[in-house]
């Protein structure tokens, strides 16, 4: 898995009452297919074996992860040990440790001609997105879309950690041409939906908001995140009643979810607010 596999982002949204609001996760419903009919497995190769048991040794124990992979590296295990090696300090958020890691396997990837040079460079963009550095999380990015090797759900999510990073340099109408191209490449991925949503709440955008977290909602009709910021464009939108429906059913979908706990929030301020 790429790009957004360890990071919790991003965009932040103002609530109706104007105190932060807990981050926007992925919504809990799986994660649409890719749109390609994937082409039939190909025999591994040992290094390519080692890799994947070196990578799902870092998920399971990151500790034991780093063990590995630098006991690979040094045996020769070239940019496949400096990928696994960023991939168990990334599982452990030491993001400056793991940006070197991504950047240097996405450099020796290329220069062996591996596809996978596109997914290590969009994984060291994802790093430096979640170290706060979102000039240079968007030049790996884009090194990661000059491979020309990402295609359906890869590339839209390339794009929408694009849209991420420059809705937190408050680069709102680079965001937005980011987010029509996950639209246009994965229509079916409700987080583009819902993250839309939240930016043209937030650029006063209150129609394109509505049609947007609508379809979010239709693609997944029972998770808290899409219900909660349906809920903040409605109060926005002056819909009281509909606000209040919404956050309702945020609690009701997963009660112990950060979406739900600040819808919780909403609701009691929402009561306060109109008591007399």
């Given at each position: 898995?790429?790009?957004?596999?360890?990071?919790?982002?991003?965009?932040?949204?103002?609530?109706?009452?104007?105190?932060?609001v807990?981050?926007v996760?992925?919504?809990?419903?799986?994660?649409?297919?890719?749109?390609?009919?994937p082409?039939?497995?190909?025999?591994?190769s040992?290094?390519?074996?080692?890799f994947?048991q070196?990578?799902?040794?870092?998920?399971?124990?990151?500790g034991?992860g780093?063990?590995?992979?630098?006991k690979w590296?040094?045996e020769?295990?070239g940019?496949?040990?400096r990928?696994?090696?960023?991939?168990?300090?990334?599982?452990l958020?030491?993001?400056a440790k793991?940006?070197?890691?991504?950047?240097?396997?996405?450099?020796?990837?290329?220069?062996?001609d591996?596809?996978r040079?596109?997914i290590?460079?969009?994984?060291?963009?994802?790093?430096?997105?979640?170290?706060?550095d979102?000039?240079v999380?968007?030049q790996?990015f884009g090194?990661?879309?000059?491979?020309?090797?990402?295609?359906?759900?890869?590339k839209?999510?390339?794009?929408?950690?694009?849209?991420?990073?420059?809705?937190?340099l408050?680069?709102?109408?680079?965001?937005?041409?980011?987010f029509?191209l996950?639209h246009?490449?994965v229509?079916e991925?409700?987080?583009?939906?819902?993250?839309?949503?939240?930016?043209?709440r937030r650029m006063?955008d209150?129609?394109?908001a509505k049609s947007?977290?609508?379809?979010a909602?239709?693609?997944?009709a029972?998770?808290?995140?899409?219900a909660?910021?349906?809920?903040n464009?409605?109060?926005?939108?002056?819909?009281m009643a509909?606000?209040?429906?919404?956050?309702?059913?945020?609690?009701?979908f997963?009660?112990?979810?950060p979406?739900?706990?600040a819808?919780?929030?909403?609701l009691?301020?929402l009561?306060?607010?109109?008591e007399?």
């Open positions: 898995m790429i790009s957004s596999l360890f990071l919790p982002l991003l965009i932040q949204s103002a609530t109706p009452f104007g105190s932060p807990d981050p996760l992925r919504p809990s419903a799986a994660k649409p297919e890719a749109s390609a009919t082409a039939p497995p190909q025999p591994k040992p290094m390519d074996l080692r994947i070196c990578v799902d040794q870092a998920a399971e124990d990151p034991k780093l063990l590995e992979a630098n590296q040094i020769g295990g940019y496949l040990a990928n696994c090696l960023g991939f168990a300090y990334a599982e958020q030491n993001w793991a940006i070197p890691e991504f950047v240097l396997a996405a450099k020796g990837a290329e220069d062996a591996d596809d040079a596109a290590f460079w969009s994984q060291a963009g994802n790093a430096a997105l979640a170290s706060g979102y000039p999380a968007l790996y090194s990661a879309l000059e491979q020309d090797a990402l295609t359906g759900l890869l839209g999510e390339v794009h929408l950690d694009m849209a991420r990073a420059f809705v937190a408050d680069q709102y109408d680079q965001a937005k041409a980011q029509a996950v246009d490449i229509p991925d409700p987080l583009g939906w819902l993250l839309s949503a939240t930016l043209a006063g209150l129609a394109a947007d977290i609508a379809v909602a239709k693609l997944v029972t998770d808290p995140a899409i909660l910021e349906a809920g464009i409605a109060y926005e939108a002056g819909d509909s606000a209040k429906s919404n956050w309702e059913q945020a609690v009701k997963e009660p112990d979810s979406s739900a706990k819808a919780t929030r909403y009691a301020q009561v306060t607010s109109v007399p």
